[in-house]
């Protein structure tokens, strides 16, 4: 989509509504097809394979955009190389009471407490069975909030969709939760990865990866990254939402409990992925999100040591053109720098990024 054609038209009119039903009408109006297309982008040098998979570029739609698998396709023609769908819980839920979702225009951010509302695994299933998906399906998976064992909730998950998932993220880190985030700490994630990756290995070889908090001290770091290193997960995703406000303190909107996610969470995603990259074994990868929404942004998570990127508020604030647009750019960089691939820049900036003060 032409950029000036976002920017005139349609954020004011999405902007208009309260931000769930702005959601609502972008997933019904990619649904409707009147979304132009990305031009396709086939750029040999973008290529990432990783875990058995090939990436066709390296630019992930995050999850919580596509939560029950309503527009996997549609994500994909903007330019991503590959889409998350989820979280998904085993039983439908509804979430949080209204309103759960917050802009904070100035500082291009979003604040929510969704508290994974979605359909539940039986009915994205149904449509990802009926809508095959044309590309790399990621499933993220999450617990009920009221299941009585967080664990077997990822279990199910697991089984659910591992006929058709190329990957699994197991969602541990959404702060909308209570308790999720404890299952970070180390003899609990042993745990879970230990059945987690034991139903994986029952029902086939999709890879798993771990999605995590930004919100963690060296210390826990060095405790997730002992944990992971021991386990034959396949990679980690840095970082879900934060809670600090730090950067967003002058807005009165920064008081709305939830998960801040967009720009002023770049700085410190990309430093606590970096400090994580320097605790993982070297075959695990990172996929990096929080806060990109430009070409720069995407190879500062690169250079931190990101071998994917993902992002979901960007597009909020710059439309659906920015996919594209990105990974066009990521090409012309390729070419400027008189690189052969992009995969020639991951974690050339780890240490330098680990170094920054948060
Ligand atoms: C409205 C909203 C809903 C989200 N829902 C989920 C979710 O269901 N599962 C999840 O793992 N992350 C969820 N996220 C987090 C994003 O996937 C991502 O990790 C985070 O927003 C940082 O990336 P960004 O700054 O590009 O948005 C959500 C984010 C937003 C803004």
Redesign the pocket.
Known sequence: MKDVLFSRFLKPALFALK?ERA?EFSVRGLQSGLVPACPKIDNPGLKIRLAGLEFPNPLGI????D?NAEVPNQLLKLGFGFT?I???TPRPQRGNPHPR?FRLTKEQ????R?G?N?DGHQKALQRLKLRPVDGILGI?I?ANKDTPDFIEDYVLGIEAFAEIADYF?V?I??PNTPGLRDLQAGALLEKLLTQVLSARDKAGSVPVFL?IAPDLNDRELDEIADVVNRSALDGV?V???TLARSEVIQNPVSMEAG?L???P??RK?TIILARMRQRLSSNLPIIG?????SVETAIDKIEAGASLV???????YQGPGLPGRIVKGLGDYLKQQKLNSISQIIGTKTDQWASEKE
Do not use: C
Request: proline residues 2%.
């Open positions: 931000p959601h995050a999850a919580g955009y939560k998350e989820g979280t998904v979702i951010a979003i604040i929510n969704l994974f979605n993220n999450g993220t969602n880190s959404s999605k995703i970082s879900n939402t998960g996610s967009g720009r969470l770049f995603s999100v929080g806060g990109v929404d993902q992002l979901y508020t960007g597009m909020i």
